[in-house]
């Protein structure tokens, strides 16, 4: 909910998220605001997959993610390598393409925004992140919120049932 309020509260021309638990390195800002602006693309996908920190992720978690990431590749044709991160850039204009049709929640909406970014054929760039060890204790649950992640992916394909292409 809070993602949903500050996206239709925001003001500026680049929009990054991230999650509050130092788990995302901030310093990826300025690189993520450069292959926006310099090598113009709409939108970035931080791949924590990439470069976890040891204890970063569990076992789980991370088998989780490799099965969304493949769901989504089945599903949509795209190969996205960290679906779920929590960590994306993108230009005001794709807020306005979207119109904040957004309807997940909780944790599915972090992909719903990456596709939505590939339904309209935006040129997206996915970039190799660390992801370190969360200083409080996970929000996460891992079966309600991976079964809710499937099932929010296949809700979203039949409101985009034209061909999708990922650059």
Not at 133 to 139: A, G, N
Request: glycine share 4%; with cysteine; aromatic share 10%.
């Amino acid at each position: 909910h809070a993602y949903k309020k500050g996206l239709s509260e925001v003001k500026g021309d680049i929009i990054i998220t991230s999650d509050a638990d130092s788990t995302y390195p901030l310093y990826n800002i300025s690189r993520f605001i450069d292959i926006l602006e310099k090598d113009n693309y709409d939108f970035v996908i931080g791949n924590r997959l990439a470069h976890l920190e040891k204890k970063s992720m569990n076992f789980l978690n991370y088998i989780g993610n490799i099965f969304l990431n493949l769901m989504v590749s089945l599903i949509y044709g795209v190969n996205i390598r960290d679906s779920q991160s929590g960590m994306v850039a993108f230009k005001r204009d794709y807020l306005n393409k979207i119109n904040l049709n957004i309807l997940s929640d909780g944790m599915p909406l972090s992909q719903e925004l990456k596709l939505y970014a590939i339904c309209l054929k935006m040129k997206v760039k996915e970039v190799p992140i660390k992801y370190r060890k969360r200083i409080d204790s996970p929000k996460l649950r891992i079966i309600k919120d991976g079964v809710d992640n499937l099932i929010e992916l296949w809700k979203f394909k039949k409101r985009f049932k034209k061909s999708i292409r990922y650059k």
